[in-house]
């Protein structure tokens, strides 16, 4: 299986960086291709400018939203590790898609309505945050934030076979971190 790993945090030393660690191994483990996708390292520009948005209309689109889009026509699993800030995925993050999953790429118009164009395309979601569980739980935020995906990421047809949160990041014990990245294994 071609899978693909989308890497969001600027910190080389967080627990996302050991859970995209852990996921890669563990794919390859099962025999699947990877692809690592670090939108830091690569120092991903986010930022959806108007000339993206004429290109997606010309077809003339730029190199580097172009490569990351051949990444997604690779993949058919993507895994997309990410913390929670503000109740929502990182700034860069959000620029990354903005960018990537275009009009033309991801979904488009056509005689019969909505054409979603990543059909057929597993997502699994992994996210850190950093309040304890029951916080996000009573408010409906884990509800709320699992809407957002279906109808951001169900809207180009890609199937979200799991969102998983590790919830209290910020002060859970290491047994608590080992027991996160161990129950991305298999079962």
């Known amino acids: 299986m071609n899978h693909l ?7 080389p030393a967080s627990l996302n960086h050991a ?3 852990s996921v890669n191994h563990y794919a390859q483990a099962a025999g699947h291709q990877t692809r690592i996708r670090d939108l830091y390292a690569l120092n ?7 000339g993206d948005l004429l290109s997606f209309k010309s077809g003339a689109v730029a190199e580097d939203i172009l490569m990351e889009q051949e990444h997604f026509l690779w993949a058919e699993r993507i895994t997309l590790i990410h913390p929670i800030w ?15 999953l275009s009009y033309g790429f991801a979904y ?14 597993d997502l699994f979601i992994i996210n850190t945050v ?9 408010k409906g935020i884990f509800d709320a934030m699992r809407i957002v995906a279906e109808n951001t ?14 919830p209290s990041v910020i002060t859970c014990d290491e047994e608590t971190r080992r027991g996160y990245l161990e129950s991305l294994g298999p079962k």
């Not at 991903?44 to 108007?50: A, D, E, M, Q, R």
């Not at 950093?130 to 009573?138: A, L, V, W």
């Not at 990421?153 to 590790?166: A, D, L, S, W, Y």
Request: charged letters at 20%.
């Open 130 to 138: 950093g309040s304890e569980e029951q916080n996000y739980i009573d």
């Open 44 to 50: 991903f520009n986010p930022v959806l400018s108007p």
């Open 19 to 21: 859970i995209k660690e």
């Open 153 to 166: 990421f169900g809207f180009t047809g890609m199937n979200i076979v799991e969102h998983r949160f590790f």
């Open 5 to 11: 790993i989308i890497y969001c945090h600027p910190n």
């Open 86 to 100: 503000w109740t929502g995925m990182p700034a860069m993050l959000k620029g990354y898609f903005d960018r990537i």
């Open 108 to 121: 488009r118009y056509g005689a019969n309505g909505l054409e979603q164009m990543l059909k057929g395309k």
